[in-house]
Each structure stands twice: as C-alpha cells, then as structure tokens.
C-alpha cells in the first residue's frame, strides 16, 4: 500500500461514517465499503489483522494501491460514475456489473433474476397497497384486483374506485392514487407484511436470523478455540436482527392507518423513506457473511472454522450511535470482544488476486439476495 | 428420477425452517426405520437431504450394536472395491455386514439384543460410547481370534469362512478388524479424546491424549502397537503429519514402541498417500459428477492438497532409511503429474476453442441468460488451470502449462481481433450492440481467467470504446 492510505483508530459511529458494503471479488479487499467525504467517495478496509481500526483510502486511487479483478475495475468505476455511498445505490451498481458475466455466469444469472423480481415485487407491491387503501376505506365494500395494476385500462379503473373513497381522507382521487404509488415505490425492498412472498430485506433479515441460528449451534458443538467467534457472530446477527425488526414495525405500522398515512403524506412519506432507509443499512454487508455460512455449513470442522475466522473480521457490527442505552453497552463489548478473538487474514492479504478465494466470493455473489 | 427422489424435491429448501429439536427428532426416526433394513431407499434419501444440516447441528446418530462394533475403525474404512488387494491400514467397508453377522451368530442373540437394549437406554446426546464398547468389542475380539486362528490352521475352514466375508482380500480386512478389537477400548479413548477427523492441526492436550495411547497399548498388547499407526493416520488431514506427531509424542517421554515402528509408520503414510490418490483416480474415472459444475477446479484444488503432503514427506523421510518411501512417494507425484496433464492442462485450448467458435449462442449464456452450465464447464476448465500453475513447475509442468495458455490466450486475441474489425468495418446498430457488448465480456472474461485482469480490462476498454464509436442511431 502506498502513500494513499491512512489509517483510522476509532470504529464508525454511524451507519454513513462505517459506508456502505461492496462485494468486490479481490480478496484484498473483501468487506471494503465506500462512503461519501464531502464530494469525493473514499473506500473503508478493515484491518486485515482484525484489530481496531479500518485504513481509509481516497476512491480513485484504488486501482492504483490494489490489484484489482476486471468486476472489481468496472463496478469501481459505476460507482464512482454514480456517485454511490448508499447501500441501495451501490446494489444498483452491483447488479448492473455482474449481469456483464464478468463475475462469472451464476453471479450474472442471479443479478439478472434479483433485478426481474424487483420488477415484478413493484405490481405485487402496488396491488397489495391499493387493495388495502380501498379496504380500508369503504370498510371493505370495495375491492381491487391484481389486474387493476397490471394494464394501463386497469390503472384507470383502479383510479375510478380510488375516487369513490377519496373523500374519506380529503383527498382527490389522482393525489390520492399518486400517494400510494410513491408509497408502494418506497416499499419496493420490504413490502408489505401481507405479501406471500417477501422481497429481500424483509428476506434478509429471516436469512440473519437464521444464520443466528445456525452459526450459535454451530459454536455450542465445535470444540475449537474459533467457537466463540461463532457465538459473537450469532449474538451480533441477533441483535441486527432484533433492531432490523423493529423498524420494520416502524415502516409496517403506517399500513394500519392508511387514512392517517396518506392525509400527512409530506411528514410520513419522508419517516417510512427514513425507516426504510435505516433496514437498508442496518442489513447491509450481511448479504457475504450468510452466503460464506451457507457454503461453509457442508463443509469439514476445519474449513469451518477457517470461515468463522474470515467472517468475524467483517462482521457488520452496528454503529455505537445508531443505537442507545444498554445496547450501545453490548455493542461496544461485542467490538472489544472480537479484536480480542479474531486472527490476521494472511491468506486474503496477499498482492496477487488468489485464483481460488476469487472463485469462491465469485461464488458468494452468486448467492446475493 | 424415482419417486421417492420426486417427492423428496425441494425439501432440503425447506429444512432450515424445521426447528433443531424436530429435525433431530426426525433423524432419530429415520435411523430407526433404517436399522435392521440396510437399503431402505426412503430412509436413505431423506437422510441424504438432510445431510448439510445434520453436519451443522451434529445430532448423535442413532447407535446400533453394528455401529457400535464398527466404531473404532470407523476412521480406517474405504470405498475400494472388494477385489482391491489388501490396503495397509484400510479396512473395506464391504466387510462389516458380513464380519457383523459371523458376530451376531456368534455372541448370540440375547446378547446383541441386551446391547441394543443397553443402546435405547442411553440419554440422548450421549457422547462416550466406550463403557458399552467395552462390553461389546472384547466378546469379538475373542469370537475373531478364535475364527481366525481356525481359519489359519484348518485350510477347509478358512475356504468355508472366506466366502461368507466376501472374498480373500475381505478376509485379510477381518483380520484387521480383529487386530482393531483387541485394542478397541484404547482406539476408541483416543478417538474421543481428538478433534474430529480430517485431524488439521493438534495442540499439546491431544499430544498427550496419543501418548497415553500408545503407553497403554504397549502395557496391555505391545504387538498392537501397528493399529494406533492405521488409526492416528486415517483421521489426519495430511498423513505425512504422522512422523512429525510421533516426534512430538516422543518428546514428551511417551514414544513407547513407535520408535520401532518407523518402517509401519512409513509405509502406511505413503499406503495412505497413495491411496488418497486411488480415491482421485477413482472418482475422475467414474465421471459421475453429479452436475458438479466445479470438476476440474475441486481436482485441482485436490492434487496441490496431496503436493503439500508429497513433499512435506519427503521432507521428513530425509536419509538413507527413508529413501524408498520416499521413491514411492515421489512415483505418486508422477502419477500426479499425468492426471493434471491430462485432465487440466490438455485440451483446454481445444474448449476454449469450441466455445469460441459458438460464442454468439454462448455470450448470452455467459451473461447468465438461460442454461449457464455449459459455460459453467468452460470457467471449471480455466480456473483449473489458473490453480494449476501454483505447482505445475512443482510437477515439471512448466512448459506444458505455459504453451497451453498462450494458445488460449491467443486464440481469443484472435477472436477479439475479429470481433473488433467486424464492428470496425461494418459498424453496429442499437439493436445488435448488445450481442456485441456479450461477446465482449464473454472473451474478457476469459481472457482474464487464464492471463489476468491487466491485459483483460485493456482488451475490454478498447472494445467498449470501439463499440461506442461505431453504433449508429437508427
């Protein structure tokens, strides 16, 4: 590394100081993260030794301090083009990138698959958000059916019935049929509790809280000095999990009150883009960890453990000052705790892209949700 | 596909909803339904489905007094066929049913069921089977002796007998089994006092739990001192470990009889060595993978495992008495050296290739558009020989390796110059700018899977730019 690193003592306050996760396929710098610093984009590497601290080096220099594979060079330069600091902006980037194939064919195949279901939760999600606007509002005289957001006819059937029930919260008919499509473009990456289906952050947080589950088994059993990691990992997902899921309920709780929701539209649209926004991040990185889990759980005891090793160090531990109280206490032991635990990643941090931990974050990606 | 298989579908995406406590509950149901019924399809297949999360949660299996026999050589038993000769330290598992059904005949009835009776009293969750062992394992120790002192004395007995086990060289296996059970409390004590197997590294404690191994072997039965060799080697991830954990048994005092057993030791290191290869052989020879996309790339992988334990080998059998180890070692190595010559390295133009001359059905699929297996191969074929030049001068593979790349680099140099001098002259519309733009990512993908991403991106910046240039508006 060059002149263009700096090194940073203190762990990230917050959820835009820690930046948001990169799933880069040069094992150097898997679990990097970008953030934005004033108008340039800076990238965050944790400390490959695991102790305390991340370096911090400017976004255009990375090509120049790291040897980077061909995904790694393009998606650098999509997210520089984009300016992406958020998670939901740098996953735009992501999926765009490694539907070129230049991750391999199965990372193109499930990027292409991620973005049609995107496609497709918008018209399940507007559904589900008009029917119950409409049910709610007659007091479940009126109904809408899937094929009122499926054609344009439809859409202007579906604004006639808007228009009936409209005046029960003061609204016109096209404000309020305006309202609950921007509401059901916010919900794209939770949905609605309702959905049989549920899009991938509300996915990713059952994923978290099953690789809770299954990483804290796995700790109980191994009898290795790398079990309390796997137990650390666990305690960490669970609290992501248990926070993620109250925001949730944040986001959630305006569907019981569509009348109140959608009359102080300029005040809750802008709290359920914020709760939103606070899941997006909150989940953000564990896409990786859950997809090496996954792989790992058919694996040896010592490839296992070599895993937990790999996977502490890049634990998205939450920010200390998104949270308060006694959890901001557990948080911060949780950091200490791992400094204490985890071991230096030789084998990630060599000069040279390493043919076979490129092929398996290849493979993680093939896994992203 | 059967029906069981059918209606098994997409369960194991379902188990990670079925909580711990129920899937061990199942578990223990289905070993049940399996005992006594060695080819219960149902049982079997679920138990398959059910396998990547039984590793994770490790419920104790369901014991049966054959499991329970078999359990302290459960570690030495291979897959060979039945017609292999007779592998040092190896026991084929063909042989248990027929050796556990002589015992049956022989403990009798009664006693087998108490065991199993003893078995179903047992807490669940119980890790020490060795106070039932020790019930079980000398009654066949003895039963084993006795048969096979006859066998060897009355030759009529022995062509009766040898059958019945499956053949002459299953007959040498329960001779192995035999050797195991007389020694079988003190296997199994080690057994439970080490880290499961593959065995990759081993603190002081387990040193120590060797040792006292070894002591109590030597004070009890000094001649079955060879079944702790087979035993310890068997769980090690490298078998070439072996000489360098009795060094450290020996240092600390306890070496005991292995110090006279170097030439066992050896031997069954490189048996072990060479057999690990047989499994290779074996399974390339098979072809059945299963759909396994990552063939050549695992087999990669694979062989430079078995090149770290070739030459830490090597290493250790330094001197006059362990050169012809060290020459068998060293033919392993060469065996090696064909299996990547001509499993990884040859031929990989000759795909590329193929895969070149169909790139315009080919690109999509690269892309991830419809069935990517067969680009999936493509990929196995060229990370294989990414992996391989770690160690192909190891192998004296050099030149082949580096001729092979540089034909695949140039044939898609080639290609790409083509590609580039279509566009050049006939230029692109929006409409078949995309196929363009598939064709190459496809070749720079590739291109950087066998010479790196340096020389890849520059071939993708021009041809991006030469697209952009040359796409006319409609």
């Known amino acids: 590394m060059d002149g263009a690193v700096s090194k940073s003592f203190w762990a990230p306050p917050t959820f835009a100081e820690r930046g948001a996760s990169v799933p880069f396929t040069t094992p150097i710098i898997v679990g990097s993260r970008v953030r934005g610093h004033y108008d340039e984009l800076e990238l965050v590497v944790p400390n490959p030794s695991g102790a305390k601290g991340n370096y911090i080096l400017g976004w255009k220099s990375l090509p120049e301090v790291f040897s980077l594979t061909v995904h790694d060079r393009v998606l650098h330069r999509a997210l520089d083009e984009a300016g992406a600091s958020t998670p939901e902006a740098v996953r735009a980037a992501t999926m765009r990138t490694a539907a070129t194939g230049l991750a391999g064919p199965a990372a193109a195949k499930q990027a292409k698959a991620l973005l049609k279901e995107q496609e497709d939760f918008k018209l399940l999600i507007q559904f589900s958000l008009l029917s119950e606007t409409v049910t709610q509002l007659s007091g479940g005289q009126l109904q809408i059916t899937l094929a009122h957001v499926q054609s344009e006819t439809g859409r202007q059937q579906a604004k006639l019935i808007l ?48 690789f809770a589950n299954s990483i804290g088994g796995w700790s109980e059993v191994d009898k290795s000095e790398h079990a309390p990691l796997g137990g650390l990992a666990s305690l960490v997902a669970r609290e992501t999990s248990a926070l993620a899921a109250e925001t949730f309920a944040v986001a959630d709780a305006y569907l019981e009150k569509i009348d109140k929701t959608v009359s102080a539209w300029d005040k809750t649209q802008t709290e359920i883009a914020d709760a939103i926004e606070r899941i997006s991040w909150m989940l953000d990185g564990w896409d990786l960890l859950v997809a090496m889990w996954e792989d790992a759980v058919v694996k040896a005891p010592h490839e296992q453990q070599a895993v937990v090793q790999e996977l502490a160090r890049i634990l998205p531990i939450i920010p200390e000052e998104e949270v308060t109280g006694a959890r901001r206490d557990k948080i911060r032991d949780i950091g200490v705790q791992r400094r204490k635990l985890v071991k230096p990643m030789e084998d990630w941090v060599t000069g040279t892209i390493d043919a076979d931990l490129r092929t398996r974050l290849e493979k993680y990606k093939a896994k992203a949700a | 596909m059967t029906d069981v298989t059918k209606a098994l579908g997409d369960l194991s995406q379902r188990l990670s909803q079925i909580p711990e406590s129920t899937l061990i509950e199942i578990v223990w149901a289905l070993e049940g339904k399996r005992a006594g019924n060695h080819t219960d399809q149902t049982a079997l297949g679920l138990l398959g489905q059910f396998r990547p999360r039984l590793q994770l949660v490790r419920p104790g299996r369901r014991m049966s007094a054959k499991r329970l026999f078999a359990m302290p050589f459960e570690d030495m038993l291979t897959n060979a066929p039945k017609t292999q000769s007779k592998i040092i330290g190896k026991i084929s598992r063909n042989v248990i049913d027929p050796a556990w059904d002589l015992m049956v005949d022989k403990l009798g009835r009664t006693e087998v069921e108490q065991i199993e009776t003893a078995i179903r009293a047992m807490p669940k969750g119980n890790n020490s089977w060795l106070e039932l062992g020790a019930r079980l394992w000398p009654q066949c120790a003895k039963e084993m002796r006795d048969i096979v002192t006859r066998a060897e004395k009355n030759v009529a007995y022995r062509a009766d007998i040898t059958p019945k086990l499956g053949g002459p060289e299953m007959y040498l296996d329960f001779q192995d089994i035999t050797d195991v059970m007389e020694i079988a409390v003190e296997i199994q004590t080690m057994r439970e006092g080490l880290p499961p197997k593959p065995i990759v590294a081993l603190a002081d404690e387990d040193i120590e739990t060797i040792g006292k191994t070894v002591m109590a072997v030597d004070a009890r039965m000094r001649q ?12 090690l991830d490298q078998p070439t470990e072996i000489l360098s954990i009795f060094v450290r048994v020996a240092e600390k005092g306890m070496a005991g009889s292995t110090g006279e057993l170097a030439s066992i030791t050896t031997e ?136 092979e790349i540089k034909r695949v680099e ?49 071939t993708l910046v021009e041809g991006l730019n030469l697209i952009d240039e040359n796409t006319r508006e409609q």
């Open chain 2, 410 to 458: 140039s044939q898609i140099d080639g290609h790409t110059g083509r590609l580039f001098g279509d566009i050049r002259s006939r230029g692109l519309t929006v409409d078949n700018r995309q196929d363009a733009e598939a064709e190459l990512y496809s070749s720079v993908r590739m291109l950087e899977l066998v010479v790196g991403a340096d020389k890849a991106e520059k």
């Open chain 2, 268 to 403: 069954v290191m490189v048996t072990d060595m060479e057999q690990r290869f047989e499994e290779v052989r074996r399974s390339i020879a098979s072809g059945a993978n299963d759909g396994k996309v990552t063939v050549r790339e695992d087999l990669a992988k694979e062989i430079e495992h078995h090149l770290k334990g070739i030459a830490q080998g090597r290493e250790q059998l330094k001197g006059q008495s362990g050169a012809a180890a060290s020459r068998r070692l060293e033919r392993v190595k060469i065996k090696l050296k064909d299996v990547v010559n001509s499993n990884i390295i040859e031929n990989a133009s000759k795909d590329v290739s193929a895969v070149l001359a169909d790139i315009g059905r080919l690109a999509a699929k690269a892309a991830g558009e419809g069935d990517i297996g067969e680009m999936q191969l493509v990929e196995d074929r060229l990370v294989a020989l990414q992996l391989a030049a770690k160690y192909a001068g190891d192998l004296g593979l050099d030149k082949e390796l580096k001729d």
């Open chain 2, 224 to 235: 079955r001192a060879p079944v702790v060799v087979y035993a310890l080697v068997a769980r």
């Open chain 1, 163 to 210: 228009a009936r029930v409209a005046h029960k919260v003061n609204i016109e008919g096209n404000e309020l049929y305006a309202r609950i499509e921007a509401w059901s473009d916010l919900l794209g990456p939770i949905g609605t509790p309702k959905l049989t289906r549920a899009p991938r952050l509300r996915r990713m947080r059952q994923r978290i809280e099953e």
